[in-house]
């Protein structure tokens, strides 16, 4: 005698249990390896470019004129300028030489030998200062011209006072005096040098 069977296809109940076994037997294995590896399975995230505008300003430049000096007074504020390096010179010889004799590491005829030649050096500069001067058509720098003339008169009346000074019977004011006013002229005529190169040169 035939068994009935109330279902007609058993296969439809087989199946969902198939691929139930087949989503764990897959999420187990995955894990696993996971594990294994230690990895991080994150859901993938979609990176999105951040486009940057970048915004250009123009600056606006500035533009300075400079006069243009002629060649003459060019020509004569190199000639001063140099005369300035000259009363440098100068100044640190007297004062090396005064020092000297102060420390008493030169002998009274060394000291009256370098005070003398002094005078001479001085008496050059004052030449040197006077020509060939500044150009005929500026009347500013001929006055100030004037101002250095003098002020090189008095560099070299203190040389001749320096040696007076040393060779006196006093003990030392007067050279020291002379010393003084001669730091003081030199002073007044860098400054005076730098003042006419800096009034003819500014914008």
Do not use: C
């Amino acid at each position: 005698m035939e068994t009935f069977n109330e279902d007609p296809k058993p296969g439809r109940l087989v199946l969902p249990l198939v691929l139930i076994g087949m989503i764990a037997t897959t999420y187990t294995f995955i894990n696993r390896v996971a594990a294994n590896n230690n990895l991080e399975i994150e859901p993938e995230e979609s990176q999105v470019e951040e486009v940057v505008e970048i915004e250009t300003t123009t600056e606006e430049s500035t533009t300075t004129t400079t006069t243009t000096l002629p060649d003459e007074v060019i020509t004569y504020l190199e000639e001063i300028s140099s005369e300035k390096i000259q009363s440098i010179d100068l100044a640190s010889k007297v004062l090396e030489a005064n020092d000297n004799w102060d420390n008493e590491s030169v002998t009274y005829q060394e000291a009256k030998d370098e005070f003398a030649n002094f005078i001479e050096d001085a008496e050059q500069f004052v030449l040197t200062v006077n020509e060939p001067g500044p150009p005929n058509t500026f009347a500013g720098l001929i006055k100030s011209h004037e101002e250095l003339k003098s002020l090189a008169q008095l560099i070299y009346e203190d040389t001749v006072e320096l040696l007076e000074g040393l060779t006196s019977s006093d003990t030392g004011e007067r050279r020291a005096a002379a010393l003084d006013s001669f730091n003081n002229n030199i002073n007044l005529f860098q400054q005076k040098i730098e003042e006419i190169v800096a009034i003819n040169t500014s914008s």
